[in-house]
């Protein structure tokens, strides 16, 4: 039993293998405890930049767990995060620069304010792009989720970008696993360890972990099911995986959009990058010259080299030099030690963690990336938006649901694309498209290979595009916006706060009491079928569609 304090209320005070933490005892607002900015490593920091994490330096005393650790080192987005490790009005000087610190690898748990001990644990990794993301986003309070559920939540922040993704010759140490360049994977089996030692302190059930991510959250999640040094471990036992995939362009059809990049991808963007750096310091005038100065340096000499370049400097490189080249992308390696060559094989071959598994979409993920229709003629050629990011920001943040308002959907989508309802060349024909080719082949390619395998997966079609006008036509059902709906926030947020309004609340509402709830039996059960669905949900290939009008909740497995 959790340790109890006076007035037989439960303690905030645990006890981990490093030492003891003392969070917040939120029982009056959430009718939670939680602790926040756990440390589970290391700060990879230094000579431990680009290494493999290691356990954290155990404490004397008692540590305060009471405020979100920084994010780990990114470009500011709409998302953030601002200048205060948040989502608040400073993310419109934010965007573009270099936020967050390297010293970033800290969790977060919540759970409801009971004595109640064994609950099932969900361990959640953030999207972003495996370019950005942190824990303190306020999308991500795992508060709301705990108690409905009932519950542990644990969210995690993990190295991203070139920080969490790198390969180069020059700082392999041997070590085939560390060698692999896959830090932020490295960090996510970092954190399910800690987990899996700490967790029954925090009332949480170390046998019942269930796996989730969302965007690339997810394609981490699906890369974790195939690492092959934590086969056997039980580190997880079931997976949510939401919005994301782990195939290679080889295998899926002409023209669609992989979400895996190949180990080659990886050891070209790591000597770009390098030649960059060395361009950009006038140690060289073009590659050749870089090639011709690292002949002479030794590897110990460039790993220095590289450890002393300031984040900002390295991401400035990246985003201006290497982006437009095509090689700004970060994510999972799959490199043939830590993730398979070819992971979809792996998976075909049965050579994976074989866990249940939810799946989920929303039915206009495109719609959240319509800046990419600028990348073909045939999605349209240009982009989307009409409006800059820091125009966008601005209105989403200034936005009251609840208030008449002048925006309109001109004044956010690109003309070309208006009507949105024209046919083949309107915003939700070219933006449907973008969905196709990105996520539904994605989806397709991993799923029915994993059914060829196991029988328990499930996979939902999140439906709901009821904000306030002009959001439902620019965003609709879009990518990541079946999140405020799994964790019961509609607060602050960069698309959560347009998304609830007194005029759509029942609806909104009744619909999110039921996806926690199926997310919740599939946590205790490994089957998301649960009674507040008065349906049945039946394995992939069908799909649940979670939809409601503004008063109500509707369901329909088409």
Request: hydrophobic residues 45%; glycine residues 10%.
């Amino acid at each position: 039993m959790p340790v109890l304090g006076d007035g037989n209320q439960p303690a905030v005070v645990r006890t981990t293998q490093s030492g003891r933490i003392e969070g917040i005892d939120d029982t009056a607002q959430s009718g939670t405890l939680h602790w926040l900015g756990v440390p589970f490593a290391k700060p990879p920091v230094g000579a431990l930049r680009w290494r493999a994490p290691l356990d954290p330096v155990p404490w004397t005393g008692t540590l305060a767990a009471k405020a979100f650790a920084h994010a780990c080192v990114q470009f500011g987005t709409l998302g953030g995060p601002g200048a205060n490790n948040t989502y608040d009005s400073t993310i419109a000087s934010t965007l573009n620069q270099a936020v967050g610190s390297e010293d970033c690898l800290y969790l977060n748990i919540w759970r409801p304010a009971t004595g109640e001990t064994k609950l099932p644990v969900v361990v959640f990794i953030h999207g972003g792009f495996n370019l950005a993301g942190y824990t303190a986003d306020p999308l991500y309070n795992g508060a709301n989720l705990a108690m409905a559920a009932n519950v542990v939540v644990v969210t995690v922040n993990f190295r991203i970008g070139v920080f969490g993704w790198f390969r180069l010759p020059q700082l392999k140490t041997g070590d085939a696993v560390e060698d692999s360049g896959n830090f932020g994977t490295l960090d996510n089996i970092k954190a399910l360890q800690w987990v899996q030692r700490n967790i029954e302190g925090f009332g949480g059930n170390a046998g019942n972990v269930t796996l989730m991510g969302q965007s690339s959250g997810a394609i981490n999640t699906w890369a974790l099911m195939v690492a092959r040094q934590i086969r056997n471990t039980g580190l997880f036992h079931k997976v949510a995986a939401l919005s994301g995939g782990i195939s290679l362009a080889s295998n899926l059809p002409k023209g669609m959009i992989p979400l895996l990049n190949p180990a080659p991808y990886y050891a070209a963007q790591g000597k770009t990058l390098l030649h960059a750096l060395l361009i950009a310091d006038r140690k060289a005038t073009d590659d050749a010259s870089a090639a011709a100065f690292l002949a002479t340096q030794t590897s110990v000499q460039v790993a220095d080299y590289l450890r002393s370049q300031s984040p900002s400097s390295v991401l400035a490189t990246l985003f201006t030099k290497l982006a437009p080249m095509g090689l700004g992308a970060s994510g999972p390696i799959p490199d043939g030690t830590v993730l398979p060559a070819d992971p979809i094989a792996a998976i075909a071959g049965g050579d994976y963690a074989k866990v249940p598994v939810l799946a989920g979409n929303t039915r206009d993920e495109g719609k959240l990336f319509s800046q990419f229709l600028a990348l073909s003629p045939a999605l349209g050629g240009v982009p989307g938006p009409k409006v800059n990011d820091a125009d966008r920001f601005l209105m989403l943040y200034n936005f009251d649901p609840n208030a008449a308002t002048e925006l309109t959907t001109g004044s956010l989508i690109n003309p070309q694309y208006l009507p949105v309802d024209a046919p083949d060349t309107g915003y939700n024909a070219k933006t449907a498209l973008l969905t196709k080719l990105l996520f539904i082949a994605n989806r397709d390619n991993v799923l029915n290979t994993l059914k060829t395998q196991q029988p328990n997966v499930w996979h939902y079609q999140f439906n709901w595009a009821q904000e306030p006008p002009p959001w439902n036509d620019v965003y609709g059902a879009a990518h990541a916006f079946d999140l405020p709906f799994l964790f019961g926030n509609f607060g602050p947020s960069a698309f959560s706060r347009v998304v609830r309004s007194n005029t759509n609340k029942a609806g909104c509402m009744a619909l999110s009491k039921a996806m926690i709830a199926s997310l919740a039996a599939f946590a205790r059960s490994g089957d998301p079928n649960n009674a507040s669905l008065a349906t049945t949900w039946p394995p992939w290939p069908k799909t649940l569609v979670f939809d409601a009008n503004l008063a109500e909740m509707l369901l329909s497995v088409p």
